[in-house]
């Protein structure tokens, strides 16, 4: 089964692209401080933007390397398929290319080697239909099989690790030994004699090794786990192999990897890859949490009784050392014995008892719900039916916590669940000291990819379980070492035992346990920040959502062949044929496209910037192509598969790049050869000519269409199946954490979604003038992007307005603020939609575009109220 890829990993992957076209303009330093410059991607970087610029390692300054940060479960090595054809396409200009792909251990390698060489494997699907089938994968222990036909006519992919490449034992790693299968290569290779940087014997003759094969053909490296190889050795392991590019992928970069894009994990929990947040629960005695977490892993089966899909939720215990008190004997006795499990449920995992391998957990017959394990689980053992860990183990000096938190987080075939409770995952934990798990799981979902931010987000205190520690009212309630004095006390705080008790009230601000921090220790202080905010919250009423209150949206629909469809951009251009004809002249310009020839060097300018092609080893370009048998016509048919578009047919599109390549060679005097060298940069101009073409009259013909289906009366709102808002609908996402405190949000005052801008910006204030609104029953901050939120249509994308809100009359109101940036093209075509919906609610809905007070002259707050007063269009 094809994978399709999720928003994320196109938008990785199309930042690579990027990347690497502009490398070979500007080289990688500059093409790197560009794009991680770029306001979105800088954004999305944050501190991993901080002193980073673009690192060149001295050993292969010529071979462009980046990283791109994917967390734990989020599909890396989908990344890197689809990273092979860019590479090859954009860098390398091959059209079958030699690749190393680096695994951080044989367990992984080997599961990646049989996994790439499975026909029906989705991880070979996409190969095979990047370069037409033509693919042979070869693990590394497979590598003297590899015959010179097979380099020649496929994209071979050789699985290894990079320890099969170290240098300081080249009688362990036998890449770098003569071997007797390979001298049908170095035979073919004229002049061969004269390529400098190959290993040598002792008579100074070039060895018939794997290692100086790859250096020949110059390999793309996709490494993975890249930050366990930028050691000094790994910088010197790898020149030895004469890469032409490395793409890295890694959760936990290092500053040495030249970090280019980071993928949110909120952005995996928005396209159903990980289950989040986390439900904690501390406890100080073992056996009190094996019963919760076997409670909880019976509410869990009821509840999956209820999906349509298969599920059988496991819990995966992590026992004690074998001479520790709850060892794995112990506690499997103890779930026998104790808890009545019945021991067919139960598996171990340890370095001696294997009893999940070749256990299919999975099928519907395996009777496994209990696993247990100590250090960790096998390597690549994965199984997404894992939602509760129950840890016995001292998880701060534990780092297998961390492996056994990621088998939880996988979501069962990457899809949000009916139920609310199977989407998310549990974690029961032992602790001496009440606050100090939170702070424990944070850091080690730092370490799966999380920033500081995402990682409190993704971790959710069970308040109801702290008994075992204290009662609830002591949760506003700090001891410290040193009275404060009254003075540096703010008034909404109180003291109790002689002033070495501070005491929160419910009038306490965020800014008044701010003014704490320097008249309490670094431990006190990180004591007060954990219980305040649980404090707050144990304090608060239960929001509209927790009370059950429904907040439903209609969603517009628009008719296409008979159906009604969510006008998504893509559906409506489905039947729309680009005249490309018509739209754009059959012409590349000299300052367009242009080649000079200069003896073995092609010099190719594209729109003031240029690239180098020659035959000389002193540039990083590969030489020029091989046109021999070439005509007009191959050109065409290479062009015409290159740059395949859907909204252009075949028939219309191979007749513009007919009339394009016979204009270049008739009136612009180029020569075939000089076109097939320069192809790829050709494709990169044509297809560059098309998009601008393209987003000139996709939004006039977009708009112009919805009109006509507005008047022929295909455009409607779903009630029925609209956007339904839930209390758990922005679990994980970064919630704004001011002093202010919001009485309406439909998800409490703690679950509103960050704002943009400052945190005291226009749009908060804005919310805040929604929050006071007395027409207004309750609100909700509408979190962009993300898949549970109200959407509008756009000619290019989708439109999520700010703020939907239920009036006190049943009416929906939809507020979009934008400041003083009214009169874009983006802005009107917003509002134009926005507009629509309201005309097809039948007086049920009212959309404001509002703007700054000096704008218009009214007050936020009149703009809302005269809208709420108007009876729509």
Same mark, same amino acid.
Request: proline fraction near 5%; charged fraction near 30%; include cysteine.
């Given at each position: 089964?094809?994978?399709?890829?999720?928003?994320?990993?196109?938008?990785?992957?199309?930042?690579?692209?990027?990347?690497?076209?502009?490398?070979?303009?500007?080289?990688?330093?500059?093409?790197?401080?560009?794009?991680?410059?770029?306001?979105?991607?800088?954004?999305?970087?944050?501190?991993?933007?901080?002193?980073?610029?673009?690192?060149?390692?001295?050993?292969?300054?010529?071979? =462009?390397?980046?990283?791109?940060?994917? +967390?734990?479960?989020?599909?890396?090595?989908?990344?890197?398929? !689809? &990273?092979?054809?860019?590479?090859?396409?954009?860098? $390398?200009?091959?059209?079958?290319?030699? $690749?190393?792909? /680096?695994?951080?251990?044989?367990?992984?390698?080997?599961?990646?080697?049989?996994?790439?060489?499975?026909?029906?494997?989705?991880?070979?699907?996409?190969?095979?239909?990047?370069?037409?089938?033509?693919?042979?994968?070869?693990?590394?222990?497979?590598?003297?099989?590899?015959?010179?036909?097979?380099?020649?006519?496929?994209?071979?992919?050789?699985?290894?690790?990079?320890?099969?490449?170290?240098?300081?034992?080249?009688?362990?790693?036998?890449?770098?030994?003569?071997?007797? @299968?390979?001298?049908? /290569?170095?035979?073919?290779?004229?002049?061969?004699?004269?390529?400098?940087?190959?290993?040598?014997?002792?008579?100074?003759?070039?060895?018939?090794?794997?290692?100086?094969?790859?250096?020949?053909?110059?390999?793309?490296?996709?490494?993975?786990?890249?930050?366990?190889?930028?050691?000094?050795?790994?910088?010197?392991?790898?020149?030895?192999?004469?890469?032409?590019?490395?793409?890295?992928?890694?959760?936990?970069?290092?500053?040495?990897?030249?970090?280019?894009?980071?993928?949110?994990?909120?952005?995996?929990?928005?396209?159903?890859?990980?289950?989040? =947040?986390?439900?904690?629960?501390?406890?100080?005695?073992?056996?009190?949490?094996?019963?919760?977490?076997?409670?909880?892993?019976?509410?869990?089966?009821?509840?999956?009784?209820?999906?349509?899909?298969?599920?059988?939720?496991?819990?995966?215990?992590? &026992?004690?050392?074998?001479?520790?008190?709850?060892?794995?004997?112990?506690?499997?006795?103890?779930?026998?014995?104790?808890?009545?499990? =019945?021991?067919?449920?139960?598996?171990?995992?340890?370095?001696?008892?294997?009893?999940?391998?070749?256990?299919?957990?999975?099928?519907?017959?395996?009777?496994?719900?209990?696993?247990?394990?100590?250090?960790?689980?096998?390597?690549?053992?994965?199984?997404?039916?894992?939602?509760?860990?129950?840890?016995?183990?001292?998880?701060?000096?534990?780092?297998?916590?961390?492996?056994?938190?990621?088998?939880?987080?996988?979501?069962?075939?990457?899809?949000?669940?009916?139920?609310?409770?199977?989407?998310?995952?549990?974690?029961?934990?032992?602790?001496?000291?009440?606050?100090?798990?939170?702070?424990?799981?944070?850091?080690?979902?730092?370490?799966?990819?999380?920033?500081?931010?995402?990682?409190?987000?993704?971790?959710?205190?069970?308040?109801?379980?702290?008994?075992?520690?204290?009662?609830?009212?002591? %949760?506003?309630?700090?001891?410290?070492?040193?009275?404060?004095?009254?003075?540096?006390?703010?008034?909404?705080?109180?003291?109790?035992?002689?002033?070495?008790?501070?005491?929160?009230?419910?009038?306490?601000?965020?800014?008044?346990?701010?003014?704490?921090?320097?008249?309490?220790?670094?431990?006190?202080?990180?004591?007060?920040?954990?219980?305040?905010?649980?404090?707050?919250?144990?304090?608060?009423? =239960?929001?509209?959502?927790?009370?059950?209150?429904?907040?439903?949206?209609?969603?517009?629909?628009?008719?296409?062949?008979?159906?009604? %469809?969510? +006008?998504?951009?893509?559906?409506?251009?489905?039947?729309?044929?680009?005249?490309?004809?018509?739209?754009?002249? +059959?012409?590349?310009?000299?300052?367009?496209?242009?080649?000079?020839?200069?003896?073995?060097?092609?010099?190719?300018?594209?729109?003031?910037?240029?690239?180098?092609?020659?035959?000389?080893?002193? !540039?990083?370009?590969?030489?020029?192509?091989?046109?021999?048998?070439?005509?007009?016509?191959?050109? $065409?048919?290479?062009?015409?598969? !290159?740059?395949?578009?859907?909204?252009?047919?075949?028939?219309?599109?191979?007749?513009?790049?007919?009339?394009?390549?016979?204009?270049?060679?008739?009136?612009?005097?180029?020569?075939?050869? &000089?076109?097939?060298?320069?192809?790829?940069?050709?494709?990169?101009?044509?297809? &560059?000519?098309?998009?601008?073409?393209?987003?000139?009259?996709?939004?006039?013909?977009?708009?112009?269409?919805?009109?006509? /289906?507005?008047?022929?009366?295909?455009?409607?709102?779903?009630?029925?199946?609209?956007?339904?808002?839930?209390?758990?609908?922005?679990?994980?996402?970064?919630?704004?954490?001011? @002093?202010?405190?919001?009485?309406? !949000?439909?998800?409490?005052?703690?679950?509103?979604?960050?704002?943009?801008?400052?945190?005291?910006?226009?749009?908060?204030?804005?919310?805040?003038?929604?929050?006071?609104?007395?027409?207004?029953?309750?609100?909700?901050?509408?979190?962009?992007?993300?898949?549970?939120?109200?959407?509008?249509?756009?000619?290019?994308?989708?439109?999520?307005?700010?703020?939907?809100?239920?009036?006190?009359?049943?009416?929906?109101?939809?507020?979009?603020?934008?400041?003083?940036?009214?009169?874009?093209?983006?802005?009107?075509?917003?509002?134009?939609?926005?507009?629509?919906?309201?005309?097809?609610?039948?007086?049920?809905?009212?959309?404001?575009?509002?703007?700054? +007070?000096?704008?218009?002259?009214?007050?936020?707050?009149?703009?809302?109220? @005269?809208?709420?007063?108007?009876?729509?269009?």
């Amino acid at each position: 089964m094809k994978i399709e890829l999720k928003k994320y990993q196109q938008d990785t992957i199309n930042a690579l692209k990027q990347f690497f076209q502009d490398c070979r303009i500007m080289g990688a330093k500059v093409a790197y401080d560009k794009i991680t410059s770029e306001n979105v991607r800088a954004a999305r970087l944050g501190r991993l933007r901080d002193d980073y610029g673009y690192r060149i390692w001295d050993t292969i300054p010529n071979a =462009p390397r980046v990283c791109l940060k994917v +967390p734990t479960g989020g599909g890396k090595t989908i990344i890197a398929a !689809h &990273a092979i054809k860019v590479v090859a396409d954009t860098w $390398v200009e091959k059209e079958n290319p030699v $690749v190393l792909w /680096f695994c951080p251990s044989d367990t992984i390698r080997r599961q990646t080697s049989d996994a790439l060489k499975n026909p029906r494997h989705p991880y070979r699907e996409v190969l095979n239909e990047q370069f037409d089938g033509r693919v042979k994968i070869f693990d590394i222990d497979e590598k003297f099989n590899i015959r010179p036909s097979d380099i020649a006519n496929n994209t071979c992919i050789i699985v290894s690790t990079i320890q099969a490449f170290r240098h300081s034992n080249p009688e362990k790693y036998n890449v770098y030994r003569r071997n007797e @299968n390979l001298e049908p /290569f170095f035979a073919r290779i004229e002049n061969i004699e004269k390529v400098e940087g190959l290993d040598r014997d002792a008579k100074g003759g070039i060895i018939n090794s794997f290692a100086n094969l790859m250096y020949i053909h110059c390999p793309i490296m996709i490494v993975d786990e890249a930050h366990n190889v930028i050691s000094e050795l790994s910088q010197k392991t790898m020149p030895l192999m004469n890469p032409s590019a490395i793409v890295e992928l890694t959760a936990t970069p290092q500053l040495q990897n030249n970090t280019l894009y980071n993928v949110r994990p909120a952005e995996l929990k928005d396209e159903e890859m990980i289950k989040l =947040p986390i439900e904690l629960y501390e406890y100080q005695e073992w056996e009190q949490a094996v019963a919760k977490a076997i409670a909880k892993l019976a509410e869990l089966d009821e509840v999956a009784k209820g999906e349509k899909d298969y599920i059988r939720p496991i819990l995966l215990f992590q &026992a004690q050392n074998e001479n520790e008190k709850v060892n794995v004997k112990v506690l499997r006795d103890y779930l026998v014995n104790t808890e009545n499990i =019945p021991d067919r449920s139960i598996a171990v995992a340890t370095g001696e008892q294997k009893e999940l391998d070749g256990v299919d957990v999975f099928d519907k017959g395996c009777p496994i719900k209990y696993v247990i394990t100590v250090e960790a689980l096998k390597e690549g053992w994965d199984c997404s039916f894992a939602y509760i860990l129950c840890s016995l183990s001292n998880i701060r000096s534990n780092n297998a916590v961390e492996q056994l938190l990621g088998r939880v987080m996988r979501m069962p075939y990457a899809k949000t669940r009916e139920a609310d409770p199977l989407n998310k995952a549990y974690a029961y934990v032992i602790s001496d000291a009440f606050g100090s798990a939170p702070k424990e799981l944070i850091d080690k979902l730092k370490n799966k990819g999380f920033d500081e931010t995402e990682a409190k987000n993704a971790i959710v205190n069970n308040s109801s379980e702290r008994i075992g520690f204290f009662g609830r009212s002591e %949760l506003n309630k700090i001891d410290i070492e040193k009275p404060i004095k009254a003075e540096y006390l703010p008034a909404t705080i109180q003291t109790e035992n002689d002033g070495r008790t501070i005491v929160f009230t419910k009038e306490t601000t965020g800014a008044d346990i701010e003014k704490l921090a320097q008249h309490v220790s670094p431990d006190e202080f990180d004591e007060i920040q954990y219980k305040f905010p649980n404090y707050r919250r144990s304090e608060a009423k =239960p929001s509209p959502a927790k009370n059950g209150e429904k907040f439903k949206v209609p969603h517009l629909k628009v008719e296409l062949n008979g159906e009604w %469809l969510f +006008p998504e951009p893509d559906r409506i251009f489905e039947d729309y044929d680009l005249d490309i004809g018509r739209l754009v002249r +059959p012409e590349l310009t000299p300052n367009e496209f242009n080649i000079v020839e200069q003896g073995n060097t092609f010099i190719i300018e594209l729109n003031g910037n240029r690239l180098v092609y020659s035959y000389s080893r002193e !540039h990083v370009e590969l030489p020029m192509a091989n046109v021999e048998g070439w005509t007009e016509t191959n050109l $065409v048919v290479w062009l015409d598969k !290159h740059l395949h578009q859907k909204d252009i047919s075949q028939p219309k599109m191979v007749e513009w790049l007919r009339c394009t390549i016979e204009y270049l060679i008739s009136e612009r005097r180029m020569t075939l050869a &000089a076109l097939m060298t320069a192809k790829y940069a050709l494709a990169d101009r044509i297809e &560059a000519k098309i998009e601008f073409a393209r987003k000139d009259v996709r939004p006039k013909w977009f708009n112009t269409q919805m009109a006509l /289906f507005e008047r022929e009366s295909r455009v409607m709102l779903d009630f029925d199946n609209g956007f339904e808002f839930t209390e758990s609908m922005y679990d994980g996402q970064e919630m704004y954490n001011g @002093n202010y405190q919001f009485t309406k !949000h439909f998800l409490g005052p703690f679950k509103v979604p960050k704002f943009d801008g400052k945190i005291d910006g226009e749009e908060f204030e804005c919310a805040k003038t929604i929050d006071r609104t007395p027409q207004v029953k309750y609100w909700l901050r509408n979190a962009k992007r993300h898949r549970k939120s109200f959407w509008l249509p756009t000619s290019t994308d989708k439109f999520y307005p700010d703020f939907v809100a239920l009036l006190e009359d049943g009416r929906i109101l939809v507020v979009e603020y934008k400041g003083d940036r009214v009169d874009s093209e983006d802005t009107n075509e917003k509002k134009m939609f926005g507009e629509l919906w309201e005309r097809q609610s039948n007086g049920k809905g009212l959309f404001l575009l509002a703007v700054k +007070p000096s704008y218009i002259g009214l007050e936020v707050f009149d703009q809302i109220r @005269n809208k709420i007063d108007s009876k729509g269009n």
